[in-house]
């Protein structure tokens, strides 16, 4: 079945890039997304990429996808202590298995001052 | 107001106890579903539904059952909960437009411990 794996902890410091890795198993995979769990809170979708797409940006995130490898990565730009949080790479297909998410396990990420 | 609520969001109950877990949704929805959330497991689906008539199940559903009483409201029972249901459990919503990406809206969860 599906699988899609990344790491279980990333520590950087304030003002520096966090860089979250993300591998996956499903080659028909066509939606790619980082979903931000906050503490006490449900998860919420950051961005998501196309499958053929090979980067996106939006301010002060980057997801870049090495279809061939099956590899997504977020960069976080400058973060800050609000960046704190569980993230969670997800995939999923189009047309009628658009709905059908499979999740990592999420990277919990510490922004230390 | 948040646009996915969840009740309650704590709950201690007991082994063998019939527990209902409730999600409403002012987002005008059609698609709903019920994840699990457990320590280093990342999210499961148990159940998901694409309107009030059709509901399917998911990755782990045993134990577990769901009722769609209406478009907006979507509940989550375990008919004798058993401590291995202790767990996170997130409602989520998305507007499933055909073919394109189909983002889900979660709720705040509900954290359920069985002892």
């Known amino acids: 079945g599906e699988d899609v794996e990344q790491s279980l902890f990333l520590s950087v410091r304030e003002g520096d890039s966090s860089v979250i890795n993300c591998t996956y198993t499903?080659?028909?995979?066509?939606?790619l997304y980082w979903y931000k769990q906050e503490p006490g809170a449900g998860l919420q979708l950051l961005t998501y990429?196309?499958?053929?797409?090979d980067m996106k940006q939006d301010q002060r995130l980057t997801v870049l996808l090495n279809k061939k490898d099956k590899h997504l990565s977020l960069r976080i730009a400058d973060t800050q202590t609000g960046d704190s949080a569980i993230y969670f790479c997800?995939?999923?297909?189009?047309?009628?298995?658009?709905?059908?998410?499979?999740f990592g396990k999420g990277t919990l990420l510490t922004v230390n001052p | 107001d948040a646009d996915v609520t969840q009740t309650p969001r704590n709950r201690i109950t007991k082994t063998g106890k019939r527990i209902m877990l409730e999600c409403s949704q002012t987002?005008?929805?059609?698609?709903m579903y019920w994840y699990r959330q457990d320590p280093g497991l990342g999210l499961r689906l148990i159940y998901y539904?694409?309107?009030?008539?059709?509901?399917n199940k998911g990755e782990i559903s045993d134990g577990y059952s769901v009722s769609r009483q209406a478009q907006a409201k979507f509940s989550l029972s375990l008919e004798s909960a058993i401590p291995n249901q202790t767990a996170l459990y997130f409602c989520?919503?998305?507007?499933?437009?055909?073919?394109?990406?189909?983002?889900?809206?979660f709720g705040p969860g509900t954290r359920l411990t069985v002892l």
């Open positions: 499903d080659s028909s995979s066509t939606y």
């Open positions: 990429i196309f499958s053929n797409m």
């Open positions: 987002k005008g929805h059609d698609r």
């Open positions: 989520a919503t998305s507007d499933g437009l055909a073919g394109g990406v189909d983002e889900q809206f």
């Open positions: 997800a995939e999923s297909g189009s047309g009628g298995s658009n709905y059908k998410l499979t």
């Open positions: 539904s694409f309107d009030v008539k059709d509901i």
